[in-house]
């Protein structure tokens, strides 16, 4: 595993507070992913698009690798696990939730579990990640929540890219197809991160990267997240899932993807160190002890 990250003045950016969480967070600062751990409550089961990487049998693609389901919790059965895991592992630093769908198409349990979780632990850091639809309108409890590490997965700055890899999208009682799926989406996206990070919510933004589809592309969505605040980008392989439009298409190389990631590293600082975790990972990155904790196995 490669582990290197251009350091920009992203670092220089957010306050002593901000600093020393993220000074914990394992995805986030690369330093201490050997050190610190995090564990995904996987309470989000429901997702609001369709990515056509996407098989719903698996965890949300955005932050995990196909081949694997996540049980589903309760914002209860969230808490006694959380509970139990940091009873156990004292380097427990962060709390994800990353699906197995998208955290905020899920918003009430996503927030009832952060905050049964915060009601019994102050200094837990929260981390989310989503597909940005819903980021708008939630932006503000997002910041009242006082969550600060979001994920925002952006695979395409224009809508014929992003038709390319969208089937659809739900918002706002209406499914939107084509066209104006992908543009409502990446401007819902766009707007998301500028609003958290000028309210100093550190965002991390995932791009998938889909050889002939989008890559070509990344250099350019990785200088507007820039403009826009994001704090660090992430690079991820097109792994081809079974069951989806993308089951032919070629998996991106490692060798591309990290000569992408050399290449954007000169515009932001870049992650070499995920692990496409699951929705219910549990431990230091790349040493997953979810199986330690597991109780009641669901498919999605
Ligand atoms: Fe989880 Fe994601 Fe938060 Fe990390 S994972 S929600 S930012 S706490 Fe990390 Fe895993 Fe890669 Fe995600 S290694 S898949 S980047
Ligand atoms: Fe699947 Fe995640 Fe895309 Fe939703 S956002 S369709 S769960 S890959």
């Given amino acids: 595993m490669q582990c290197s990250c251009g350091q920009t003045d992203s670092n220089s950016k957010i306050s002593l507070q901000i600093k020393e969480k993220t000074d914990k967070h394992?995805?986030?600062?690369?330093?201490?992913?050997?050190?610190?751990?995090?564990?995904?409550?996987?309470?989000?089961?429901?997702?609001?698009?369709?990515?056509?990487?996407?098989?719903?049998?698996?965890?949300?693609?955005?932050?995990?690798?196909?081949?694997?389901?996540?049980?589903?919790?309760?914002?209860?059965?969230?808490?006694?696990k959380f509970k139990l895991v940091k009873d156990n592992m004292e380097y427990l630093s962060v709390v994800g939730i990353a699906g197995p769908g998208d955290a905020l198409a899920n918003w009430q349990e996503t927030k009832t579990a952060i905050q049964l979780i915060q009601a019994v632990d102050r200094e837990i850091i929260f981390c989310l990640s989503t597909n940005g639809l819903k980021l708008p309108e939630l932006a503000e409890e997002i910041v009242d929540l006082e969550v600060n590490h979001v994920?925002?997965?952006?695979?395409?700055?224009?809508?014929?890219?992003?038709?390319?890899?969208?089937?659809?999208?739900?918002?706002?009682?209406?499914?939107?197809?084509?066209?104006?799926?992908?543009?409502?989406?990446?401007?819902?996206?766009?707007?998301?991160?500028?609003?958290?990070?000028?309210?100093?919510?550190?965002?991390?933004?995932?791009?998938?990267?889909?050889?002939?589809?989008?890559?070509?592309?990344?250099?350019?969505?990785?200088?507007?997240?820039?403009?826009?605040?994001?704090?660090?980008?992430?690079?991820?392989?097109?792994?081809?899932?079974?069951?989806?439009?993308?089951?032919?298409?070629?998996?991106?190389s490692t060798v591309k993807l990290n000569e992408m990631r050399r290449v954007c590293q000169e515009e932001l600082q870049q992650m070499f160190h995920c692990q496409q975790c699951r929705a219910d990972a549990i431990g230091l990155l790349g040493k997953d002890v979810a199986n330690q904790f597991r109780q009641n196995k669901k498919a999605v």
């Fill in 151 to 252: 994920t925002v997965t952006v695979n395409s700055l224009t809508p014929e890219i992003g038709a390319e890899i969208y089937n659809y999208i739900n918002y706002k009682g209406e499914r939107h197809t084509g066209l104006k799926a992908a543009q409502i989406l990446i401007d819902n996206q766009l707007r998301g991160i500028e609003l958290l990070a000028k309210k100093e919510v550190l965002v991390k933004v995932n791009i998938v990267m889909i050889e002939g589809i989008n890559d070509h592309h990344i250099p350019a969505i990785v200088r507007k997240v820039k403009e826009l605040g994001a704090f660090i980008t992430n690079i991820m392989p097109l792994i081809p899932a079974s069951g989806t439009q993308f089951e032919t298409h070629r998996p991106t």
């Fill in 26 to 80: 394992p995805c986030f600062s690369v330093e201490v992913h050997h050190k610190y751990a995090r564990m995904h409550l996987p309470v989000a089961p429901k997702c609001n698009i369709s990515c056509k990487y996407c098989n719903r049998k698996f965890d949300c693609l955005n932050e995990s690798r196909p081949g694997v389901t996540s049980e589903i919790l309760s914002p209860q059965q969230a808490l006694e």
